[in-house]
C-alpha cells in the first residue's frame, strides 16, 4: 500500500508501508496478560473470525473497533479496555468530525488509534 492522506488540503500525510491485514495485540507475551486479559482477547478473535465476516464491516475508523478493543484489553487490562471498546463504539461516528482520514484495507477510514484515547491513564511526568 502507498501513502495514506488525511482530509483533502490538511497537509497531513503519513508513509504507512505494507499493513498488516489485522492489527497485532500489543506487545505482551500470553505469560504476561492475565487471565481476563486473555479470555478478551480470545473474544474478540473469534467475532474477528466468525462474525465479522457474516456480519459485514461495520466500524468507520482504523484501527477496525474489534482490532482497537483487542489493544485496549491487551494494554489496560480486561475492565478498562472494555471501558474504551463500549466508549470507542458509543462515539465512534462523533470521531469522523476530529481525526484524519486515512486509506486502509481498500476503503478511507477514519485514523482514531488506542494511543490518541488512552492520554488520561497515565500520569504527566512533569
Given at each position: 500500500m502507498g501513502p495514506a492522506t488525511g482530509?483533502?488540503?490538511s497537509g497531513w500525510e503519513v508513509?504507512?508501508?505494507e499493513i498488516a491485514e489485522r492489527d497485532p495485540v500489543p506487545a505482551k507475551t500470553p505469560e504476561?496478560?492475565?487471565w481476563g486479559q486473555r479470555v478478551g482477547i480470545q473474544l474478540m478473535t473469534f467475532f474477528i473470525q466468525y462474525i465479522s465476516p457474516?456480519?459485514?464491516d461495520r466500524c468507520p475508523c482504523?484501527?477496525?473497533c474489534s482490532d482497537y478493543s483487542r489493544q485496549a484489553i491487551a494494554k489496560h487490562g480486561l475492565l478498562v479496555g472494555g471501558v474504551m471498546t463500549f466508549d470507542r463504539l458509543l462515539h465512534e461516528g462523533d470521531e469522523v468530525h476530529r481525526v484524519p482520514r486515512v486509506r486502509v484495507y481498500g476503503t478511507d477510514r477514519y485514523y482514531?488509534?488506542?494511543e490518541n484515547n488512552d492520554f488520561w491513564w497515565y500520569?504527566?511526568?512533569?
Amino acid at each position: 500500500m502507498g501513502p495514506a492522506t488525511g482530509w483533502p488540503g490538511s497537509g497531513w500525510e503519513v508513509h504507512w508501508g505494507e499493513i498488516a491485514e489485522r492489527d497485532p495485540v500489543p506487545a505482551k507475551t500470553p505469560e504476561v496478560l492475565g487471565w481476563g486479559q486473555r479470555v478478551g482477547i480470545q473474544l474478540m478473535t473469534f467475532f474477528i473470525q466468525y462474525i465479522s465476516p457474516v456480519d459485514g464491516d461495520r466500524c468507520p475508523c482504523y484501527p477496525t473497533c474489534s482490532d482497537y478493543s483487542r489493544q485496549a484489553i491487551a494494554k489496560h487490562g480486561l475492565l478498562v479496555g472494555g471501558v474504551m471498546t463500549f466508549d470507542r463504539l458509543l462515539h465512534e461516528g462523533d470521531e469522523v468530525h476530529r481525526v484524519p482520514r486515512v486509506r486502509v484495507y481498500g476503503t478511507d477510514r477514519y485514523y482514531d488509534p488506542l494511543e490518541n484515547n488512552d492520554f488520561w491513564w497515565y500520569k504527566k511526568s512533569h
